[in-house]
């Protein structure tokens, strides 16, 4: 089932908690809502499965207009963080209940519906556990039989909401990669929120990243990460540094150092940047140049802090972790990879640049002026 958001807003009381939200999901795909606590996902899920209805703007499932429609007949299926089992039944009975409960003529014989409930025990890997009560089952076997009862009603969107936010860490990998399977297996049009940007990246086709009700960007992983179309995508995925430039003679300058980092257009702007995309230069003509404030030993590498334009920027690099990096030292860099924004403030004094087209741009493209590999 493919689903069409069309200007979609819904305000409770003063401030809306989505703007103007627009999103295509395609039948068949894994897209995860990302963004922090507050920005609006839960809201955004409600109303598709029509536990909410939208202020303005219209959800389509396939071509039908689904706002007159209940939730019963959107056919979603749920799974939410704390969408506790009945403790009562059984786990068969937990999973058969949506069948059970359907009107007499729509609804299969008993038999079937068992037969259903231990196939779908099956695809969730909890065969022989049928008989046990959800207080016998770890955080992760219940959330398995969340999905799996969600699953029985055949339904049209499957609607997770951050289904594993409660269980601990090395379990949520596991779900993770268990839940992309099953997804690979089924197939089913599957709507997943996170605020865990590993999360998102891991298992969705395509991340929709949110803020404040707003839609930043929607683009598969890769994108996302390597393509982010405004600052606060880069700063919420992944590790960023950050710099005030500006923008002059085709290229970046930090007060009156060149950066060695080309640019078109002119004006005052921000430099973007990962700690671990940056290369380490003995001297240079055109490079940033820091004090080593900090020093920290992260995995692999060597995590450092630095101060720039005479400590009025702060900023992280990696380096080998032979790197001798006593504090206080300088060291030059440069990014290998960067991302150039304009600078935040009243849209005059965004540089008047024109972007060096990408090769591929995503759905909504930057503000971003030029960014190189
Ligand atoms: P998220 O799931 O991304 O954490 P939500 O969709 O739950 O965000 O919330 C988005 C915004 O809408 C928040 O500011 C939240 O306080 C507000 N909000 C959500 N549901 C309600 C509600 N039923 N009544 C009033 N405000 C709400
Ligand atoms: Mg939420």
Same mark, same amino acid.
Request: glycine share 10%; net charge neutral; charged share 25%.
């Given at each position: 089932?493919?689903?069409?958001? =069309? ?46 209805? !939208? ?13 007159? $429609? ?20 059984? @786990? ?8 059970? @409960? =359907? ?72 779900? $993770?990669? #268990? ?29 929709? @990243? ?23 995508? %880069? ?17 970046? #300058? ?20 990962? !700690? %671990?995309?940056?290369? @380490? ?30 400590? =009025? %920027? $702060? ?12 504090? =206080?030292?300088?060291?030059?860099? $440069? !990014?290998?990879? #960067? ?35």
């Amino acid at each position: 089932m493919e689903l069409s958001i =069309r200007n979609v807003r819904k305000d409770f009381g003063a401030t809306p908690a989505l703007h103007e939200v627009s999103l295509d999901i395609r039948s068949g795909e894994l897209i995860a809502l990302l963004g922090p606590s507050g920005s609006g996902k839960t809201t955004l899920l409600r109303l598709i499965a029509g536990l909410e209805a !939208p202020s303005a703007g219209t959800v389509f499932f396939g071509e039908d207009d689904a706002s007159r $429609r209940s939730v019963q007949e959107r056919q979603v299926g749920f799974v939410f963080q704390h969408y506790a089992l009945f403790r009562h039944m059984t @786990v068969l009975e937990n999973i058969g209940f949506g069948l059970s @409960v =359907r009107p007499r003529a729509q609804r299969p014989a008993r038999a079937e519906i068992r037969r259903r409930a231990e196939e779908l025990l099956d695809l969730v890997q909890l065969s022989g556990l049928g008989q046990r009560y959800p207080a016998q089952l770890s955080g992760g076997q219940r959330q398995r039989v969340a999905l799996a009862r969600a699953l029985a009603i055949e339904p049209r969107v499957l609607l997770l909401d951050e289904p594993f936010g409660a269980l601990d860490a090395q379990v949520r990998k596991d779900l $993770r990669r #268990w839940l992309r399977e099953i997804h690979d297996r089924t197939g089913h049009t599957t709507v997943f929120v996170t605020h865990d940007q590993e999360e998102a990246l891991e298992l969705a086709d395509r991340v929709v @990243v949110m803020s404040q009700g707003r839609i930043e960007q929607v683009g598969t992983p890769d994108e996302v990460y390597d393509r982010p179309a405004v600052p606060f995508v %880069h700063r919420f995925i992944g590790e960023s540094s950050q710099v005030p430039v500006r923008i002059a003679d085709g290229q970046l #300058w930090l007060d009156d150092r060149a950066l060695g980092l080309p640019a078109s257009g002119s004006g005052e702007a921000v430099l973007f940047f990962r !700690p %671990h995309q940056v290369e @380490v230069l003995s001297g240079c003509g055109g490079c940033l140049a820091g004090t080593v404030t900090g020093s920290r030993r992260l995995a692999g590498t060597r995590r450092l802090e630095l101060e720039l334009g005479g400590g =009025r %920027h $702060r900023v992280e690099i990696d380096v080998p972790i032979e790197h001798p990096a006593a504090t =206080r030292s300088q060291i030059s860099f $440069r !990014p290998r990879t #960067w991302r150039v924004y304009p600078a935040a403030g009243d849209g005059s004094a965004a540089p008047a640049a024109t972007p060096a087209p990408e090769p591929e741009q995503t759905a909504i493209e930057p503000l971003a002026l030029y960014s190189i590999r």
